[in-house]
């Protein structure tokens, strides 16, 4: 069969795509390499997901290398890699039909104007490649609207410091607030903060042939039983696939894009279940698997135009990778210091608690020591929330003060503590991951996966810039918990990149001696090709990344729409 359109991936970046060009009338494939899974198969099994990471592939069949950088008794920096066979650290985000966004929190706060224009706004940071995005925040806002209606955004604007403009209010009342979203809102009024609830990809009712939050606690890494949350696979690739225009092949391996003498996509090779060789042709062809993998495939598939791998001529395939910089705080609120109202309201579980603070999105403090001159910098975001599920929450009761194993009735006190004497409210901080050249995606020359494909090789540089910002942040945090009542208050940053927050490898821009993607991420050097996942993303912003990504790929769906309409006309 013929196609207009071949998608490999099906997550938040490709879906918008399959979803806008199969409702257009065009022919569309999408080649994912998980299995199509639905509801029926999302248990809410915490072994399975918290022990035995069910739903990515095994680290012995496929796997990345991940650089560090270490320092010998000398003072000499040096890097070294190592296989995630075995270091154990995965870095798959869910190989599945609709990809990662099955498995995400849903925490969906825009990008802001400021986000766009990042250079021009704040200036260099030395060993930073900061640049300024192609395109501005307004030109991507009607495309966030779309994305709050077709995917299903739950929420409620309220006036804070640092609201960015939007054109509508969230089609969907917010989801029922968790009891202790009220402590937090008082306690941030006492202290002059601005409490802010957190806007969800999560139906707060039923809309779109899918049924609302059914608050069973378990979402964050968990597929939905119900449907409402908003993932590519349940809020777009379903209603695509109804058309009748959208075909999807699950277990398809993609390995080799195929280009011909003029430099134009040719083919895509592919493993199917059974391990097959097979080939699959259109008219244009999207690559969206997630921002390493993105880049691994195009670093492989070498031509006669592209002898570094396709659309690589400029050798920024792979460059300037991004994960998200911050870390996490906690403190503990004691029942023998509550109310037993209080106390009950502390031990409901279900709702969410869908509360954050940007006040310091962007910081004016000339006594903060990574502002520029004017002291001025770009901040982040703080998001709070429980760990209410019992083997999450008994991590780490089985080592005592010293970090040496207990059992018996030692271990039988300390899970008792946990679970009857205290509960913990933590924040997580979201600031940007700057881009630089110690932080990318080449291809390892040892190590292969099952199939003999060479693997990614995930060099994870971070600049210090983004551990003192994440810094600034989590005391703030802290202080917010302080005022609560909290005990035993900590936080911590760290430079190791949380693996589902990943963009960059293929940034978009006007230089293609810079860039990899023009301003509709279509590639400089290859016509018929476009990346629509976070790979385009020359910087993070300090927000989680997948709304971004799926209003991209709803900005770019209708440029490849028009495109293919002009070409049967």
Partial sequence: MSFDICIVGSGAGASPV??????????????????????????????????????????????????????????????????????????????????????????????????????????????????????????????????????????????????????????????????????????????????????????????????????????????????????????????????????????????????????????????????????????????????????????????????????????????????????????????ADLTTEKQAQLKQVGPFINRALQDWYQIDDKSFSGANQQGQAKGGTIDFLFYQNPIARAQGQQFNDENELVWGEQLQKNLKEEFTSYKTLRFEVFNDWLPTDDCFVSLDTEVTDKWGQAVAKVRIGAHQHDMVVGEYLAKKGEKLLESMGAKNITSSVSSYPPTNLMAGGCRFGNDPKTSVLNKYCQAHEVNNLYVTDGSFMPTGGSVPYTFTIYANAFRVAEHIKHRWQESII
Avoid at 254 to 278: F, N, W
Wanted: proline content about 5%; overall charge negative; hydrophobic content about 35%.
């Fill in 18 to 335: 399959a979803y806008t060009l199969a409702k257009a009338g065009a022919k569309v494939l999408i080649l994912e390499k998980g299995p199509w899974l639905t509801e029926k198969e999302f248990f809410k099994d915490e072994l399975a997901i918290s022990l035995r990471d069910s739903y990515n592939p095994k680290l012995a069949d496929e796997q990345h290398v991940i650089e560090e950088e270490y320092q010998t008794a000398d003072g000499e920096n040096y890097w070294q890699g190592e296989p995630t066979s075995e270091s154990g650290w995965s870095f798959w985000n869910g190989n599945v039909v609709g990809g990662s966004s099955n498995f995400m929190s849903g925490y969906f706060h825009r990008l802001k104007p400021v986000d766009f224009k990042l250079k021009s706004t704040f200036g260099d940071i030395e060993g930073a490649n900061i640049v300024d995005w192609p395109i501005s925040y307004d030109e991507l806002e009607p495309f966030y609207a779309q994305v709050e209606r077709d995917v299903g955004v739950s929420g409620k604007v309220v006036s804070h410091p640092h609201q960015e403009p939007r054109s509508t209010d969230f089609p969907y009342p917010p989801l029922v607030d968790h009891q202790v979203s009220d402590w937090i809102d008082k306690a941030a009024k006492n202290i002059g903060y601005h409490s802010m609830p957190v806007p969800r990809a999560i139906l707060s009712t039923p809309a779109m042939g899918r049924k609302s939050c059914e608050y069973s606690g378990y979402c964050s890494s968990y597929g939905c039983s119900t449907g409402a949350k908003g993932s590519g696979r349940a809020a777009l690739l379903n209603h695509a696939v109804a058309t009748g225009n959208l075909t999807i092949k699950a277990n398809a391996k993609v390995y080799h894009i195929a280009s011909d003498d003029e430099g134009k996509i040719s083919a895509i090779h592919y493993y199917d279940s059974q391990g097959r060789e097979q080939t699959a042709t259109a008219k244009i062809y999207v690559v969206a698997c997630q921002a390493v993998e993105t880049s691994r495939l195009l670093l492989a598939s070498k031509g006669k135009k592209f002898p570094q791998g396709l659309a690589n001529n400029s050798g920024q395939v792979g460059k300037n990778l991004v994960f998200s910089g911050g870390g996490t705080g906690k403190g503990d609120f004691l029942f």
